[in-house]
């Protein structure tokens, strides 16, 4: 992948998504997130931050099939999203979709999560084009909240696809 966001636009006619960790703390929960997103069908995936180290919990070895980006800090991540991409924290806020009303961008999505302890911190919502929350009063684990968006995300592409291209 490029690694400036100007020289590329990622295409496909069902969209696209990654998705990342900031500052990833619990190894086994990144690793997870990770095997999970290339089994989804990421693009690629990432984490800000230099707190990952790969974890035995990726037992596909998600670089070896999917590129796998490591961003310093988040303003890193920003200089070299994609031009077409929009950014959805994932976050228990006040100003988050509840998952089942959750409406996806068409084209490319970059789901972000923040950090098991610190979350997205608020001065980085403004870098953000939605948010997208689960039910329940307290969060989950990452790798826990990020399948349950991809899957999410995948099963409403599907559904759109299918209601515009129906099967004969």
Not at 11 to 17: A, E, L, P, Y
Request: charged share 20%; net charge positive.
């Amino acid at each position: 992948m490029p690694r400036n966001g100007t020289e590329y636009e990622l295409r496909s006619s069902r969209g696209w998504f990654a998705i990342g960790i900031l500052f990833p703390k619990f190894m086994p929960n990144a690793g997870c997130l990770l095997r999970t997103a290339y089994n989804f069908g990421a693009n690629y995936a990432f984490t800000i931050g230099n707190r990952y180290k790969r974890s035995v919990s990726d037992t596909v070895h998600t670089a070896k099939h999917i590129s796998v980006h490591n961003y310093s800090d988040f303003s890193d991540f920003l200089k070299h999203r994609p031009n077409n991409a929009e950014i959805v924290g994932i976050e228990l806020t006040d100003t988050a979709f509840p998952i089942e009303r959750m409406v996806y961008p068409k084209n490319g999505t970059i789901f972000v999560l923040g950090a098991e302890d610190l979350g997205i911190p608020t001065e980085y919502h403004k870098h953000f084009d939605s948010f997208v929350k689960m039910p329940g009063k307290i969060s989950l684990n990452q790798a826990v909240a990020g399948s349950i968006v991809m899957y999410d995300y995948i099963n409403k592409r599907t559904k759109i696809e299918s209601s515009t291209n129906p099967i004969p």
